[in-house]
């Protein structure tokens, strides 16, 4: 089967790791997931091969199929999971679309953009040393950084509660992109993101 784009979320597999700022990636992808299952079409695959959770999904009003992943190779080997999932596909880097944490933005500020270095982030140092490039698009959401606070120490925390409700925002952002990215492509994806008016996902 032909897929248009294969999806990608980021996080570490393990109750311990569930709902930490880390796994932003993992729970934009729940929430495409249960878009898909209300109006559209979701159905599991066996990802064991990729070590990754793995589904093909059609979106709302869209006949097209998706590759959607979560790998479960822990955050520091991501590209250990997707580097053979679109070599098995046969499906060009730039079909890929990771969804990741960002400490550079504060929380709730959602992005989308296409290549770039890791800026410290190891899941995405991971992707592109395996797959030999920087080319492919990412959605980042926002996290911030506190000054003096270990980031390791950061990343893997759970957000309080002021936090968690601009957290849950940017989310519900990221899964309009991501709708955007799958039906019509990256462009309108990138306008929808910055069209939109400053902190407004932080509103």
């Known amino acids: 089967m032909d897929y248009a784009s294969c999806i990608a979320g980021l996080g570490n ?10 796994n932003l990636g993992f729970a934009a992808l729940d929430a495409l997931l249960e878009e898909c299952g209300r109006a559209g079409q979701v159905e599991r695959l066996s ?7 793995l589904w093909r999904c059609r979106m709302p009003d869209d006949k ?38 960002e400490l550079d933005f504060k929380p709730g500020t959602v992005r989308f953009k296409f290549g770039g270095g890791a800026a410290g982030h190891n899941g995405l140092a991971s992707i592109i040393q395996q797959l030999g490039t920087r080319n492919f698009y990412r959605l980042r959401i ?13 990343v ?34 990138m306008n929808f993101m910055h069209s939109l008016p400053p902190d407004a996902d932080n509103a």
């Open 13 to 22: 597999p393990g109750k311990e790791y569930q709902d930490t700022r880390h």
């Open 47 to 53: 990802g064991s091969k990729f070590t990754c959770e």
């Open 64 to 101: 097209a199929w998706h590759l959607v992943a979560k790998p479960m190779t822990y955050m520091n080997l991501s590209g250990e999971s997707l580097q053979p999932l679109l070599h098995w596909h046969r499906m060009r880097v730039q079909q890929l679309l990771v969804v990741h944490d």
């Open 142 to 154: 926002g996290i911030g950084r506190v000054a003096g606070r270990d980031t390791m120490a950061w």
């Open 156 to 189: 893997l925390a759970r957000p309080a509660s002021e936090e968690r409700l601009l957290l849950e925002k940017a989310i519900r952002t990221a899964l309009e992109g991501i709708l955007l990215f799958a039906k019509q492509g990256a462009a309108p994806a």
